[in-house]
């Protein structure tokens, strides 16, 4: 089992983007998933976390762009990102603590990110 972020890529600010980030083998156990964001040169940044029956939460500087969902199957969280500036390039990655099979639950590592480019 394993975290699985995709969806990036290059857009043009003002444009829009919607990462996912799949529970390969599983799904999550209902504990926050959160996406998070390194740009060059900075510290990894919380941008956004969801929990199952909680209210989502975002970092200041993407509140009002940025929406975090979970999909019914509860495999998949989303993370759609309207309204992107050139400050939101950096390879975005998500984390939680566990994915769940129907046996157990595996603790997971952080997975490989997806590239984020918005330049004009």
């Known amino acids: 089992v394993q975290l699985q972020a995709s969806g990036g890529g290059s857009v043009q600010p003002g444009g829009s983007l919607r990462l996912s980030c799949t529970a390969s083998?599983?799904?999550?156990?209902?504990?926050?998933v959160g996406w998070y964001r390194q740009a060059p040169g900075k510290q990894r940044e919380l941008v956004a976390s969801?929990?199952?029956?909680?209210?989502?939460n975002y970092a200041d500087a993407v509140k009002g762009r940025f929406t975090i969902s979970e999909n019914g199957a509860r495999n998949t969280v989303y993370l759609q990102m309207n309204n992107l500036e050139p400050e939101d390039t950096a390879v975005y990655y998500c984390?939680?603590?566990?994915?769940?099979?129907?046996?157990?639950?595996?603790?997971?590592?952080w997975g490989q990110g997806t590239q984020v480019t918005v330049s004009s």
């Open positions: 984390k939680t603590d566990r994915i769940c099979t129907s046996d157990f639950c595996f603790q997971v590592s």
């Open positions: 083998g599983g799904i999550f156990s209902g504990n926050p």
């Open positions: 969801i929990s199952r029956g909680g209210s989502p």
